[in-house]
């Protein structure tokens, strides 16, 4: 196939290298081994969805692929993997069936949601009232105590043969994000430091780190 041909099949994520929804797909395409492209999103204020990749919720991540646009992290985490030549086995949020496991994550989802609009809250400056933001960031303690005590009881059931969950992935997102946005001393949280740490050892997270795209 000519380059130009094959630079047009090739999946572009249009995301943000800050961004923990974001990271999530590259961790996924990095061990799918699905090449891609990445389009940067400049400006999150904007309201064009067509910067956002069409998505009228104008957030990131979304992944063009010549059969659409997938819109959100797992949508876009799914298509890589039917994507990918690999098929590595990776356990979904949908394969979760105990209350641990379904309900971490769940929390993970909403911190990383709720951490969203700490963030998008601060760059839209002070009209967010004190009231809802004491609220959000109370959310997020307790999410984050909750995942302490019971990551442990979650990760060990998991299914041990499997090659990825999402839940790791979103929890080392999560966990990792707080950290570099200044969101959350994270250095309290001994057991979702100790997971970190290991799951930090793929090589699919030393190919995506964290940054401000320029
Ligand atoms: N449901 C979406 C949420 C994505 C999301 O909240 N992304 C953030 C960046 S990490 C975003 O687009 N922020 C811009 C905004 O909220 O205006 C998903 O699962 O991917």
Redesign the pocket.
Known sequence: MPAALEELARPVIIG?SS????RITRVFAAEMRVDYSFRVVRD?MSTDPGD?GGNP?????SLQTPRGVWF???NVCRELWRQSSLRPRVVWPEDLDEPVLANAQELV?QA??TE?SLI?GKLAGPSDSHAHHTKMRNGLVNMMSWLEENARSALAALPPQRDLSFLEVSLFCLVTHLEFRDVLPIAPYAELNRFSQQFATRASISETPYRFDT
């Open positions: 943000r961004s923990h929804f974001t999150l956002y919720a104008l957030k990131i991540p959100g992290a797992l989802l990383m949601a969203v998008m």
